[in-house]
């Protein structure tokens, strides 16, 4: 499970290239530059056939649109999977993350996702059908997992991804350099990078509107903002002195933990929760023992096999030090699935919910 916790240590806000990085992004990120030079040669070389590929991909899609409502065509969903939404607004132009816009006169039918993310928002309003690949980290939905995939979070498969031959390709702020490497060979590429609730709606819609899905979306969206309204106002009336210290365990050795611009202290905060790192300047702060016994949180979030050499939340209280911590002395120390809570998508609601239901536990029954 640990591989498949794909976007934990990401950064805050939009615009993935500018923003601060996290130790273990780094780390990743250097490993991934290094195999992208490994793969330059082959790279070159499909820079001589992927004008023939694209030429070839176009002319079947052209071929398939002829007939308007039949088959693969036009407006139908035949093969496709594209069904019509009464919300769909085609042609549009769009602006993705980077600020760069993007045309569509149909929506796409056949999408690559690179991002756990954008393939749970991809599934959950509808454009399953449309998607043709994703990567290997995407482990949600269920049917999400009979897609190809085109290699990790990080790094993409450049190869793979073309070989699918996709009308769209959405990326994560994070993957700025393969964006741009995929569009220098032709592909059309959307970059989302949420690292709020209002973002993570605003990209859910984005995406709604690109393929054709506007209307389910709606209701997604809808669903999401009553969610999270329902939380935020419930702990609204608790007085900052009642709110419990926490403290998220990212990573065990070193000890790791979320800044006040991650999504998961984001997450904390809007939950009813105090982040004993709120002041940390960066996102994914290291932290030592001495601090965080000075700080002593009340409550200890463990993300579960993020780290596979981080104790269990019940052998917590053995490990040097730890004792002392209200949160071990009072059995408040719990396991969490870093999917569900590092991902800026749909299930951002059970994030909350489930961070609100541990602070507080006499609220939300």
Known sequence: MAGATGETGRTG?????????????????????????????????????????????AGCRAAGQGGGTAGTGGGGAGESGVAADTGAEFPLTV?????????????????????PSVTEILFVIGAGPQVVGIDDWSNYPPEAQGKARVGSYWPPTVEKVVELQPDLVVAAGEQL???????????????????????VEAAITLLGRVTGRAYDTARVVTDIRLRVSAVTSRVAAVPESARPRVFY??????????????????????????????????????YSLEALIARDPQVIVIAAGHDPGAPAAADLKGRPGFALLSAVREGR???????????????IADALEQLARLFYPELFQ
Do not use: C, H
């Open 13 to 57: 806000g939009t615009g993935g290239a500018s923003r601060r990085r996290a130790a273990p992004v780094v780390a990743v990120r250097a490993v991934a530059l290094r195999a992208m030079a490994v793969r330059a040669a082959a790279v070159l070389v499909m820079l001589a056939v992927v004008a023939v590929v694209t030429l070839g991909a």
């Open 95 to 115: 602006t993705d993350a980077r600020g760069k816009e993007l045309a569509f006169d149909v929506a796409p039918r056949a999408i690559v996702s690179l991002a």
């Open 177 to 199: 350099d393969w964006a741009g490497m995929l569009e220098g060979l032709g592909l059309k590429v959307l970059v989302v990078d949420p690292q709020t609730v209002d973002e």
């Open 249 to 286: 365990m990212l990573y065990w050795d070193p000890l790791m933990t979320v800044g006040p611009n991650s999504l998961i202290g984001r997450l904390i905060e809007a939950a009813g929760g105090r982040n004993i790192a709120a002041d940390a300047a960066s996102d994914y702060p290291e």
């Open 333 to 347: 120390v719990y396991a969490v699935d870093p999917d569900v809570m590092s991902r800026p998508g749909p299930r």
